[in-house]
């Protein structure tokens, strides 16, 4: 049984591009969570989606982020016309969603804008 | 709203030594606690979770956590440090069936030969 898979694990984009994070949970998973954790900064928490659903994302940015996780396909976290201040790992999780259960995380997507 | 702190950014402890690495949780209802590892340029793994069947919890690692209601903490202990327990901890917290995690600011953890 696979992790949870975030690709690419890498990824460098100029000021202006729009840069596209990918999240496939662990099997049998259906909710997933994006958290950005700055450089000596904890994790903070960005946004939590079931499948075709955003439940919370009260930590989202206002303007430029989106996430969605679709019916079929990973879940994708978007920034548009990104600033040097995205620049910051982001680690997606999932979990099978029942009480008490934990959630699993990737090996996170660093991201550093140019 | 559920939170996390954890006291000390940085803790150093020799080879050998008792690791005692602090969590303090907010919560106004029974919480679901857990503790994460990260080592450079990885992901979080799990070491160990409460989910109130028993209040001392033992993990991956030798590491081990009590929940104490009354003092509102999580600690994390491990009797000996090893060379490898280097890296960065983070405690968590979970209310109920919601299911948003919450995550203290991370210590990082120096073992010194």
């Known amino acids: 049984n696979a992790g949870v898979m975030q690709n690419p694990r890498h990824l460098v984009r100029r000021r202006g591009q729009e840069a596209r994070l990918r999240c496939s949970p662990m099997?049998?998973?259906?909710?997933v969570y994006w958290y950005r954790q700055l450089p000596e900064e904890g994790l903070k928490f960005m946004v939590y989606?079931?499948?075709?659903?955003?439940?919370?994302e009260s930590g989202m940015p206002k303007e430029r982020f989106s996430a969605e996780f679709p019916k079929e396909g990973p879940s994708i976290l978007r920034i548009q016309q990104v600033v040097r201040g995205d620049s910051a790992a982001y680690f997606c999780?999932?979990?099978?969603?029942?009480?008490?259960?934990?959630?699993?995380f990737g090996q996170g997507t660093r991201l550093t804008v140019v | 709203a559920q939170s996390v702190t954890q006291l000390g950014s940085h803790v150093s402890v020799s080879e050998g030594a008792l690791v005692l690495l602090r969590c303090n949780y907010s919560s106004s209802v029974p919480p679901y606690l857990f503790w994460y590892v990260q080592y450079p340029n990885q992901g979080l793994q799990l070491l160990l979770k409460?989910?109130?069947?028993?209040?001392l919890v033992k993990g991956i690692n030798g590491f081990e956590a009590e929940f104490k209601k009354s003092e509102t903490s999580f600690h994390l202990t491990k009797p000996s440090a090893h060379m490898s327990d280097a890296a960065e901890y983070f405690c968590a917290v979970r209310v109920g069936g919601y299911q948003k995690v919450t995550f203290g600011t991370g210590t990082k953890l120096q073992v010194i030969p």
């Open positions: 999780a999932s979990s099978p969603g029942q009480e008490g259960t934990e959630a699993f």
């Open positions: 409460y989910t109130s069947a028993a209040t």
């Open positions: 099997k049998g998973h259906s909710h």
């Open positions: 989606l079931q499948k075709e659903n955003i439940i919370d």
